[in-house]
Structure formats: structure tokens, C-alpha cells
Nanobody, 128 residues
Framework: VQLVESGGGNVQNGGSLRLSCATS????????IGWFRQAPGKKRDDDVL?????????YYADSVKGRFSISSDYAKKTVYLQMNNLTPEDSGVYYC?????????????????????WSQGTQVTVSS
């Protein structure tokens, strides 16, 4: 299983970005996915920002709830993270990660170590 992430960039405060996590070799009928962030100058945060799975349950941290959303394109085997109303505090390197097969509980999608593969990361910079 491989993940290729893209879509990062520079955006103004209040702007939007959509990150893509293209998968290969993944059973798209049975997996969990999470998104993580490493803020500038800080260690990677091993608590998930948001997560979803093929049972269609999801989790969003309070910091992103109502602004971020996860979606997927089955035909493209790609998962997306739509990020709206971005602030400078959202800046950082974003990683997608997959758990396969899905454990069956969103509670096991909350930490970096719950996943089996991670992307290379993509930089998001939000300027004020």
C-alpha cells in the first residue's frame, strides 16, 4: 500500500485548500483514514485531526470541526481533506495515514500509531 499526498500550498487567512491522498494497493472497501499535522517548529502531533472509515463514521477534533471535511472518490482510490476558513494556526505539514483493514472502531483511529501507512506529507502555509 502506498500513499501519495498533494494539494498543499500557500493560502490567505480565511481561505480554503483541498488535500488529496491518492492510494494504491489499498482495499478501498475496508480501511480507515486519518489526517495529522506537524505545526512549524513543533513536533508532529500524534493526535489525529480528523478521521473516517468505510463504515462511514468519522471524528473531527474540536479545532477543525465545522471547517474540515473528509471525502473520497472510489474510482480514483483517493481521499480528500477539504479545509475551509483556514487560519495561521492551521499551518504545518499535513499527513494522511491509513489503517487496513479498518479496526471497526473510530477510537482506534485517533493516534498516529493506530495506522499502517503514512504519506510523505504536504506543506500548508496560511498567512495572516
Amino acid at each position: 500500500v502506498q500513499l501519495v499526498e498533494s494539494g498543499g500550498g500557500n493560502v490567505q487567512n480565511g481561505g480554503s485548500l483541498r488535500l488529496s491522498c491518492a492510494t494504491s494497493g489499498l482495499n478501498f472497501d475496508d480501511f480507515g483514514i486519518g489526517w495529522f499535522r506537524q505545526a512549524p517548529g513543533k513536533k508532529r502531533d500524534d493526535d489525529v485531526l480528523c478521521a473516517s472509515n468505510t463504515d462511514n463514521t468519522s471524528y473531527y477534533a474540536d479545532s477543525v470541526k465545522g471547517r474540515f471535511s473528509i471525502s473520497s472518490d472510489y474510482a480514483k482510490k483517493t481521499v480528500y481533506l477539504q479545509m475551509n476558513n483556514l487560519t495561521p494556526e492551521d499551518s504545518g505539514v499535513y499527513y494522511c495515514a491509513v489503517q487496513f483493514p479498518y479496526s471497526g472502531s473510530v477510537n482506534y483511529l485517533l493516534r498516529w500509531g493506530h495506522y499502517d501507512r503514512w504519506s510523505q506529507g504536504t506543506q500548508v502555509t496560511v498567512s495572516s
